[in-house]
């Protein structure tokens, strides 16, 4: 919330110092992790074996992921849809996992998947494969229901395993993370590099379909595809984790019985809120009060003459890309020649 001041016009140059001064950058933190009020993270990992010993079979609903550097991939999603219109500027984001086997070399790399593979869903079953399920899981071959046999592997490259970099998933890391200091049970942070704006901003378009679940008891982001190809897309894709050095690094998943070693998505942001001028016009007295704001996200202004006690003037201001004005043709027209505040509520 920014207060400014004005006396008369003369003082606009002042006033206009004075906002810049009192301009307001909150840092948030927001965890994202599977527990009782949030059941938005989707994780699995994929294996390349024969038809029924892993390249047909989904691990969605096991307490592990395992993941190595060609035969066992991760992939995994938050649902961030919360952070929409929230933030200025994105200053982090953390992937944290938990080590379960603790190896000592090797790494762990983080790469966006294409948008054409972001119809995956977790699956409901650990390892094993289920005909006529309709479960729509991802498997190593296909995104998958299980109702028939896909002409090709419905992956981005056409290839069984979405293993292509700059096709299936993002060649350059969105972070990479050493084995090396790795111990059993504790956190193993992945650091996001890049454009990490655009990468909420896209993220944040897409949530889990209210109300619709496959067999397996999963959200579901995308509609039905039934071997359709391409399958549908959610600006949400998620990330595939890989590893180094054919080193298997075992994570507890979002399955895992302790809470507390479950994956995390840990988004720092800022939110900047200022009042940035107030012009008063000198023929009829109103003023016009400048504030930068959201789109389509909601404000109050209120006025005072002391700063105790606020009169409202509006509680449904709707906001402009970057900047919204408000004039107060009320109260500043009767209180030319004396003091008045302004506040801006994000309500």
């Known amino acids: 919330m920014t207060v ?3 006396r008369n016009v003369l003082l606009f140059c ?3 110092i004075l906002s810049t001064a009192h301009q307001l950058a909150t840092a948030i933190t927001v965890v994202f992790k599977n527990d009782t009020d949030y059941q938005g993270t989707d994780d699995t990992f ?4 024969s038809t029924f010993s892993g390249g047909m079979s989904n691990f969605g609903k096991c307490a592990y992921i395992e993941i190595n550097a060609e035969t066992r991939l991760g992939l995994i999603r938050f649902d961030v849809s919360s952070l929409k219109k929230k933030y200025v500027q994105i200053n982090s984001i953390t992937l944290r996992l938990f080590s379960k086997n603790a190896p000592q070399n090797g790494g762990i790399s983080a790469h ?4 054409a593979n972001s119809a995956w869903r977790e699956g409901g079953n650990c390892g094993g494969t289920v005909f006529g399920g309709n479960r729509h899981e991802v498997t190593w071959f296909h995104l998958a229901d299980y109702g028939g046999l896909s002409a090709k592997p419905s992956w981005a490259s056409g290839t069984a395993g979405p293993t292509d970099a700059g096709i299936d998933y993002d060649n350059e890391a969105l972070g990479l993370t050493d084995n090396l200091d790795s111990s ?6 992945i650091e996001f590099d890049g454009d990490l704006n655009g990468l909420i901003d896209d993220w944040s378009l897409s949530t889990p379909i209210s109300g619709l679940l496959d067999r397996g008891g999963n959200s579901c982001w995308t509609s039905d595809w039934n071997w359709t190809q391409p399958a549908p897309e959610t600006t949400n894709e998620g990330i595939l984790l890989k590893g180094s050095e054919n080193t298997i690094h075992i994570f507890h998943s979002s399955e895992a019985k302790d809470k507390e070693l479950r994956p995390q ?7 900047t809120f200022e ?10 007295g109103s003023a016009m009060i400048q504030f930068s704001s959201s789109p389509d996200e909601e404000y109050a202004v209120d006025a005072s003459y002391d700063l105790n006690i606020w009169e409202e003037l509006d509680d449904g201001v709707i906001g402009k890309k970057d900047k919204t004005e408000f004039v107060d043709d009320f109260l500043a027209p009767e209180n030319k020649g004396g003091e008045l505040f302004y506040r801006v509520r994000k309500l």
């Open 275 to 284: 009042i940035i001028k107030i012009i008063r016009n000198p023929n009829t």
């Open 184 to 189: 059993e049970d504790t956190k193993f942070d």
């Open 112 to 115: 966006r998947l294409n948008i």
């Open 14 to 16: 002042l006033l206009f």
């Open 4 to 6: 400014l001041k004005w």
């Open 46 to 49: 994929v294996l390349n074996g």
């Open 265 to 271: 998505l840990i988004v720092t942001y800022s939110s």
